[in-house]
């Protein structure tokens, strides 16, 4: 594209050469670190112009940031420095040309003095993560932004070191901060301590790159926290005013106004699987929300009690408080009914408030909500945010209205909040002095403003239409508020994108939050990976801008599954279902192809039922035969076991049965007759194969009378539980069955006494909470109940457990690529495993089990992974084979398949097939082959060759798929059953793949395919 400004070769080359540097170029990529979080209406936007970066490159030290910037003088090369991008004042937007430096491996801490309650820490690490690690240590930070589970400590400090939640107690985050470690611009390290934090405090970067950070802290103490219901700002006023005169000691002070409530009780609720969950219905007046130090609570109560019957408020019901104190993260809720914000961010002094916000009311017409936070006892911060839509014209006007709370906030003593790029015309009166120091500083050690350019100056042309709107408030005022919004979500489709996920996508703040915690982002590291940067790429389709193609469906395909990011996203959005909804239409609507290793699964499963390639006939192997005259062939209770634990990890089900035994269930069992489940067929996309392996198993199950089907696998359990029911009702399917895990079962029996472990399992244990029955099922104490009844178990945590349990890494990420990913997110939940000192995992998911072990074996790690039920069955005295290593085992066969179905290796498999596809060829076209011999017409064959060849496979690949078989065969060390199942799966594996993968494989082949022709001879070929 024209307009993108490109590094020159020799730069790129130089800066690729900087050692363990991250780097990329992708263009997809790099529009998608075009903003923060911020949204621009049309016409500002088009005087910020264009923002690609050429690069992002994300160093991982200071050496490599030095370098960076060594670099970057030689070449006179922008740098622009990112965090989160958890801001919108524009201070990370890029300018043509520059390179992002992200300093989102900046994510540790350095050190922690416990005596003298300080932490020294990089950077990028997020405010939530370093809470959560101190709180470890019995430390807590002094006070953290609302953005915290998504914003970092230096993003902070460089964004001016502002208010957040503990600022009535410690006044803004630069007055907390110690000393920070900066490179300059001309590349020198300096430290700079608390007085001379100006040069950084604010200043976005261009000053220079923050490295580490020294904070003071405070005692861990847990908050106590109390709701106020104020009816006029007059009686909110009154109460902070004493609250300050009589000296309470709050930890923090903060208010909403009846517009925030009542737009908040709109708001959709949070959905769990399609099932909304309750919230309370908030009173539509000022609520306030106090919180201090827990050993304090009892002396404020006291205090506050006559202070708030005195204004004439009232205290808010307990359960209101505690829902908003847990919900205080999550401001731009309302975003969800805009789908965007007009957004103003003002600091007044608390003596006006009450005249500001009565003058709000009569100024601004459309709803604006505000989020306000106290600042000691002189200031509060007012966060005002204007439900819109930035899809409209409308949008440009409406957006002046954030000007006009900017002037009445002035008009009462206060000022803009912050600066950045987009209100650089109110630098010098948030910055004051510093801005000259900084031009200086700049003038003297940046003489080509290579840092963060624009920053301080701003855009003029944007300057000058601010300035003039500002002018001509009261006229540009009258357009603004003549805009209504709609205040309801709106679902329609736009460029194939179905009506909910364009809406979602639209709707999503751009805070991050989701980043923080999605497992993919956390082992692949850019944008793309993360649901941020998916929505970002979404709302880009929807605008005719990009288009997908089969490298954006794997991106959306590589998943885990595991919810994280529905748990975390401050507007409830549906994050991971909307995932699944566009893996299903990109595969089935969009023709694009699931994971090359999924068709042969589909295949497995459409012609034996089950997803290992095995045989239908040794589905029941795994019965002990002692227990096979107990299965009932007909009962109101089924046991279903599921794929792996019937062919692979088979102690599983015979540990399940055998407990559902002991414990006096009687229960029928589906045999041979048994089918996968369907969700890897679900995830990957392919949903006509899921369809019918559901309407079989539902059918099976009725005549067999079931009503109650008990899963041991939590992905059976989620099926049986959720998927069914929610497909039964779309396709008119009766379903009436009741899904239970057996660990609820079993849990049951234990506290009832109907059931008792009678043998010491003498061993410290800790317990994985799997993704699919934890997080999307919440059951969580069932598991733990069995193992603290098994004498002689200790059960330990692992720092992350219950609802913040790490994914083990498996699902479609283990299927997605050969040296998979799930490797690395194996090893990370594998440490949290050592760290807690566990003598093994235990884990009641079988696909987890796998994944583990193999993680464990690949990072040579030795952590044994034991089954819960196999763990509870030696509780009773019933021993069970290990079978690690058959796990193992199958395990490489199956990433020699993932790895051969690369379509680089794929393309080396065709090469070797070249002189039986030429045999196989028609006479003529073998005529017309020839000509490659020819001087000169071999250039013309190379052209030819890509496109004829789709064209020529459904001829040919009949006729050379016995070679191809016993060339996988010589490659691949293949069990028995396999080898037999191969000659009906693999064609069909390639009838569904070849389509989608057959021009990049034709590029590849065709060299060879020519050189083949010419001298009767094959390149070498090697793939393992």
Request: net charge positive; charged share 25%.
């Amino acid at each position: 594209m024209a307009h993108v400004k490109e590094l020159s070769a020799e730069s790129l080359l130089e800066l690729k050469n900087i050692e363990g540097l991250r780097i990329n170029t992708d263009l997809r990529e790099r529009h998608l670190y075009e903003s923060d979080m911020g949204e621009l209406p049309s016409m500002p936007k088009r005087l910020v112009g264009k923002t690609t970066p050429a690069a992002i490159v994300q160093p991982q030290n200071e050496n490599e940031v030095i370098q960076v910037v060594a670099w970057a003088n030689k070449y006179s090369v922008p740098i622009i420095p990112r965090a989160a991008a958890s801001s919108g004042y524009g201070g990370v937007v890029p300018v043509p040309g520059s390179v992002v430096m992200e300093l989102v491996h900046f994510n540790k801490i350095i050190h922690m003095d416990t005596d003298k309650k300080t932490v020294t820490v990089e950077p990028g690490i997020v405010w939530k993560d370093l809470e959560f690690k101190l709180n470890a240590a019995g430390l807590a930070v002094r006070m953290m932004p609302t953005s915290a589970p998504a914003s970092t400590v230096g993003g902070w400090l460089a964004q001016g070191g502002g208010a957040g939640f503990g600022s009535y107690q410690y006044g803004l985050f630069e007055q907390n901060v110690e000393s920070a470690t900066v490179i300059t611009p001309d590349g020198s390290k300096i430290t700079l301590a608390a007085k001379d934090l100006s040069l950084v405090s604010g200043a976005m970067g261009t000053t220079g790159i923050i490295t580490s950070i020294t904070l003071r802290l405070r005692a861990l103490e847990k908050h106590t926290a109390f709701g106020i219901e104020a009816k006029t700002p007059a009686q909110v006023q009154e109460i902070l005013e004493q609250i300050d005169l009589k000296g309470l000691p709050l930890w923090h002070a903060g208010f909403m106004n009846p517009t925030a409530a009542r737009l908040k009780n709109r708001v959709p609720p949070k959905t769990h699987h399609g099932h909304p969950l309750p919230k309370p219905v908030l009173p539509e007046s000022y609520i306030l929300l106090l919180a201090c130090d827990e050993s304090r609570a009892a002396s404020v109560e006291k205090k506050l009690a006559p202070i708030v019957k005195d204004a004439g408020a009232v205290m808010l019901p307990q359960d209101i408080t505690e829902h908003e104190w847990e919900d205080r993260f999550n401001p731009m809720k309302i975003k969800r009914i805009g789908p965007s914000l007009v957004p103003a961010e003002v600091i007044v002094p608390l003596n006006r408030i009450a005249e500001v916000f009565e003058q709000m009311e009569e100024t601004v017409k459309p709803p604006v909500l505000v989020e306000a936070t106290m600042v000691s006892s002189k200031h509060i911060v007012l966060l005002c945010l204007i439900p819109h839509d930035a899809r409209k014209l409308t949008f440009n006007l409406a957006f002046t209205l954030s000007l006009s709370i900017l002037k009445l906030a002035k008009r009462y003593g206060g000022r803009a909040y912050a600066s950045g790029l987009y209100l650089a015309q109110e630098a010098n009166q948030v910055h004051r002095t510093r801005i000259s120091q900084w031009l200086n500083f700049k003038r003297e050690k940046d003489a080509k403003n290579l840092f963060n350019p624009r920053k301080l100056s701003g855009i003029p042309l944007m300057k000058m239409m601010i300035g003039t709107a500002l002018a001509f408030e009261p006229m540009v005022r009258i357009m603004g508020n003549r805009i209504k919004p709609q205040l309801r979500e709106n679902w329609k489709a736009k460029n194939g994108l179905p009506g909910d996920v364009v809406w979602y996508a639209y709707s999503c703040a751009r805070c991050g939050y989701c980043r923080n915690v999605c497992e993919l982002y956390g082992g692949k590291g850019w944008e793309s990976t993360s649901p941020r940067g998916k929505w970002a790429y979404l709302r880009r389709v929807a605008e005719g801008r990009e288009k997908f193609d089969q490298e954006m469906t794997n991106n959306f395909l590589k998943c885990t599954t595991c919810e994280r990011c529905d748990f975390t996203c401050q507007l409830d959005l549906p994050i991971e279902p909307s995932w699944a909804v566009m893996r299903g239409e990109l595969v089935n609507s969009g023709k694009q192809m699931t994971f090359p290793a999924f068709e042969l699964m589909a295949a497995s499963a459409g012609k034996e039922k089950n997803i290992w390639a095995n045989f239908a006939e040794k589905r029941d192997e795994w019965v002990p035969e002692d227990l096979r005259p107990k299965i009932k062939d007909k009962a109101e209770i089924a046991y279903f076991p599921g794929c792996t634990a019937s062919f692979v990890e088979k102690d599983i089900a015979a540990a399940s049965a055998r407990l559902l035994d002991a414990a006096g269930v009687e229960f029928t069992y589906l045999g041979k007759d048994e089918a996968c489940c369907g969700i890897p067929m679900l995830v990957a996309g392919r949903w006509d194969v899921f369809e019918k392996i559901m309407r079989h198993n539902i059918r099976k199950m009725k005549e067999h009378g079931v009503k109650t089907v008990i899963a041991s696998c939590p992905a059976c359990w989620l099926t049986w539980h959720t998927y069914y029911p929610q497909w039964a009702k779309k396709l008119g399917i009766e379903y009436d069955f009741e899904a239970k895990h057996y660990s609820e079962v079993i849990s049951e029996k234990l506290a009832r006494g109907e059931m008792k472990f009678t043998h010491p399992v003498n061993m410290k244990l800790t317990f994985h909470d799997s993704c699919h029955i934890g997080r999307a099922g919440g059951i969580y104490e069932p598991p733990r109940d069995m193992l603290k009844a098994i004498p002689g178990v200790e059960l330990v945590e692992m720092e992350h457990n219950r609802e913040n349990g790490l994914c083990c890494g498996s699902v479609l990420t283990r299927i997605s690529e050969p040296d998979p990913l799930s490797n690395k997110l194996g090893r990370m939940k594998l440490e949290e495993v050592a760290a807690c000192g566990a003598d093994a995992c235990v884990a009641l998911c079988p696909c987890c089990q796998f994944q583990m072990r193999v993680s464990a074996d690949a990072n040579g790690m030795d952590i044994p992974v034991k089954d819960l039920a196999a763990v509870a069955a030696k509780g009773l005295g019933i021993e069970l084979p290990d079978y690690t290593p058959y796990v193992l085992e199958m395990w490489a066969v199956f990433d020699k398949v993932i790895t051969l179905m690369q379509v680089p290796n794929m393309a080396k498999l065709m090469t070797l097939l070249i002189p039986r596809m030429m045999d196989a060829l028609p006479a003529p076209l073998r005529g017309m082959m020839k000509m490659a011999k020819v001087p000169g017409l071999d250039r013309m064959m190379a052209r030819m060759m890509p496109p004829m060849m789709p064209l020529l496979m459904p001829i040919l690949m009949p006729k050379v798929m016995p070679d191809m078989l016993r060339e996988v065969e010589k490659m691949i060390e293949m069990p028995d059953f396999m080898k037999k199942q191969m000659p009906d799966l693999m064609p069909k594996t390639m009838e569904n793949m070849l389509p989608h993968v057959l021009p990049e494989i034709a590029v590849l082949v065709t060299p060879a395919m020519i050189q083949y022709v010419k001298t009767k001879q094959l390149p070498s070929i090697r793939i393992f």
